[in-house]
């Protein structure tokens, strides 16, 4: 399966500013995803970037004028219009606001606009006066209430030399907007609550056990629950992976941190799903000071971490999903299948993490989906961000 996004025909709008230079950026990770990108740039944008730096990455002319011929007798504007799942325009200047807000159709981009009926994305970008004054909140809100998303500008240094909120967004934030836009928020109202990453469990001050556990399975549950509508928190152990948009994101360090911070979360979340590769076992009495080079071998005793996900199951409410994960090196159903009884779960997801494409670190999982009533779904090599969306389309039919 794959990304949401591949075969999407999105039409990318550049405006004229500084910004622009990241649309570039923008449009090569949208032609990584799979899409179809065609790009409209105004007379001001081809100041800052020439439109054949576009043309090349895009595979597709550059529409730059309303009147402009190609031989092909087409109307970009309308046409691309017609052809569009999605439109975003990055950096969106304040020129361009003004008009798309007000109805004003008087070059390619701004007409495209016009006739654009599917999902609108304007990625403000600017000096933070002409972005905070009452002219541009008011035309932002007119196109908030005509459906568009805005994306909040970030706040940091500007072309213009002063600091404040301005700067476009950075394009991998852009892109899961883009995404959000395109998802439907069929969780809406739901509280779901994931678990990502390992935990590290101290020998000494400098020392820990842990796993390759990098959060990308947890932390792409997450934004897909997002995306689809949900509110939800993510708990997670150290990885290096930017905290998620629009989602509250706790960070933990050791199996016994996630199991508080988790059970005094468990209760309103109507999904749970623990994705987290928590250690079983942790050092008994971890040394207060880096322990010393001694003698050939060294015995360290552990002591068990309480299971969370097994106490999630004990407590677990009528209302409530609760989804496992299962990383496994042989036997899977088995051994899944006894985690899936044992802990009282819904679904189990089972994994083998000693195959290539799948398990801690890949950008790709392949996973078998255990269901409580006996049933398993067994799926090719994913995407996380695949199996993400399958496993909640999952959860949604249980829920129904
Ligand atoms: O983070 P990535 O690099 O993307 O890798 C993804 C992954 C391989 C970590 C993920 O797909 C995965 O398999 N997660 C579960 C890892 C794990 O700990 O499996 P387990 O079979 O040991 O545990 C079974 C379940 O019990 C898990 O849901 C786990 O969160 C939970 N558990 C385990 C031990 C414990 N003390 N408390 C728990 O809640």
Redesign the pocket.
């Known amino acids: 399966m794959k990304a949401l996004i591949h075969n999407k025909t999105i039409v990318l709008g550049v405006c004229g500013g500084i910004a622009a230079y990241k649309s570039v950026e923008l449009l090569r990770l949208l032609k990584k995803e799979g899409a179809d990108v065609r790009v409209m740039m105004t007379r001001n944008a081809q100041a800052f970037v020439g439109s054949m730096t576009f043309e090349a990455l895009s595979g597709h002319p550059v529409c730059t004028n309303l009147f402009e011929s190609r031989g092909d007798a087409s109307i970009k504007h309308i046409e691309w219009a017609e052809q569009a799942d999605a439109a975003v325009i990055a950096p969106a200047t304040a020129n361009i606001i003004g008009k798309i807000a007000n109805g004003i159709a008087d070059d390619a981009l701004t007409t495209f606009m016009l006739a654009v009926t599917k999902q609108k994305l304007i990625c403000p970008s600017m000096n933070t006066l002409m972005y905070q004054s009452k002219a541009m909140q008011r035309n932002l809100e007119i196109l908030k209430s005509d459906g568009c998303m805005i994306i909040e500008p970030s706040a940091g240094e500007l072309a213009c030399g002063t600091s404040g909120p301005g700067r476009l967004p950075e394009p991998p934030d852009i892109l899961d907007r883009l995404k959000a836009c395109l998802t439907s928020k069929d969780l809406k109202g739901k509280h779901v609550l994931v ?3 390992p935990t590290r469990e101290a020998i000494d001050p400098v020392r820990f056990i842990s796993n ?7 932390f792409a549950i997450a934004k897909a629950a997002e995306h689809r509508g949900a509110e939800v928190i993510l708990v997670s152990g150290p990885v290096t992976l930017s905290d998620p948009l629009y989602i509250k994101v706790i960070k933990v360090q050791t ?1 016994e941190e996630m199991a508080e911070t988790v059970f005094s979360l468990a209760e309103q979340a109507d999904i749970i799903i ?5 250690s ?1 076992y942790r050092p008994k009495e971890p040394a207060k000071q880096k322990i010393k080079k001694g003698d050939e071998e060294m015995v360290l005793t552990l002591q068990k ?5 097994r106490e999630l199951g004990r407590r677990k409410k009528d209302h409530q999903t609760l989804v ?5 090196t042989q036997e899977l159903e088995m051994n899944a299948g006894k ?1 899936l009884a044992e ?1 009282n779960l819904d679904i189990i ?1 089972g ?1 083998l ?1 000693n195959h290539p494409g799948s ?3 890949t950008d790709t ?1 392949q996973v078998t989906l255990f269901f409580r009533n006996g049933d398993k779904e067994q799926l090719p090599a994913m995407e ?1 961000e695949a199996v993400a969306h399958l496993l909640l389309d999952r959860v949604k039919e249980l829920l129904s």
């Open positions: 678990t990502a990453g390759p556990s990098s959060g990308k399975m947890g199996a623990k994705t987290a590769a928590v079983d971490n309480p299971d969370i996900l496992g994960f299962a990383a496994e985690k802990k997801v994994n993490v398990g801690f670190g999982n996380k």
